[in-house]
Antibody
Framework: QVQLVQSGAEVKKPGASVKVSCKAS????????ISWVRQAPGQGLEWMGW????????NYAQKVQGRITLTMDTSTSTAYMELRGLRSDDTAVYYC?????????????WGQGTLVTVSS | DIQMTQSPSSLSASVGDRVIIGCRAS??????LTWYQQKPGKAPQLLIY???SLQSGVPSRFSGSGSGTDFTLTISSLQPEDFATYYC?????????FGQGTKVEIK
């Protein structure tokens, strides 16, 4: 069965960087894209960016453009999200989510989430 | 960016009620509309994609309709496990955006 397992919670100081991993299993990793979505405490969902499993191309939301990098390691079926220059409003649960088949770009499987807390 | 507006933001309903949640896009998105359910402390789960296609394993009491700018999610007979927050999401154009959510609470 498809599973996305994310790395554990992180506590970071303002200005630091965080790198969250998302290990996929149960499907052909390179056949699907991965998006990253975050959710601040008590708030809604915010799409941050996606990476293509086919060619590693990525696209980012303007709000985090310049601070975010999405990568993947096909040898371990793992996707990564690095966010730099952390601020207090980056405190959130970060989810990775697999794209469904085709070009509709919905998210059919999600990781369990990784809480990133930014605090001095 | 395409803005997604859900209505209502919250509602109270009883088990067995028919519940309808609306989602409006700020411009036409064809049928590039997805619905998710999220329970507290859990990741969102896919319910409906392409506006009206039921994801495998999702109970048939959930249905979606609409095209263009106006969409609805209907729960035909609310069950105890359906109390949750529901989000719509457009994937017509980048950046992909979500509605603000509709919280369905027990009356």
């Amino acid at each position: 069965q498809v599973q996305l397992v994310q790395s554990g919670a992180e506590v970071k100081k303002p200005g630091a960087s965080v790198k969250v991993s998302c290990k996929a299993s149960g499907y052909t990793f390179r056949s699907y894209g991965i998006s990253w979505v975050r959710q601040a405490p008590g708030q809604g969902l915010e799409w941050m960016g996606w990476i293509s499993g086919h060619n590693g191309n990525s696209n980012y939301a303007q709000k985090v453009q310049g601070r975010i990098t999405l990568t993947m390691d096909t040898s371990t079926s793992t996707a990564y999200m690095e966010l730099r220059g952390l601020r207090s409003d980056d405190t959130a649960v970060y989810y990775c989510a697999r794209h469904g088949p085709g070009i509709l770009y919905y998210f059919d499987y999600w990781g369990q989430g990784t809480l990133v807390t930014v605090s001095s | 960016d395409i803005q997604m507006t859900q209505s209502p933001s919250s509602l109270s309903a009883s088990v067995g009620d028919r519940v309808i949640i609306g989602c409006r896009a700020s411009q036409s998105i064809s049928n590039y509309l997805t619905w998710y359910q999220q329970k507290p402390g859990k990741a969102p789960q896919l319910l409906i994609y392409a506006a009206s296609s039921l994801q495998s394993g999702v109970p048939s009491r959930f249905s979606g309709s609409g095209s263009g700018t106006d969409f609805t999610l209907t729960i035909s007979s609310l069950q105890p496990e359906d109390f949750a927050t529901y989000y719509c999401q457009q994937s017509y154009s980048l950046p992909w955006t979500f509605g603000q959510g509709t919280k369905v609470e027990i009356k």
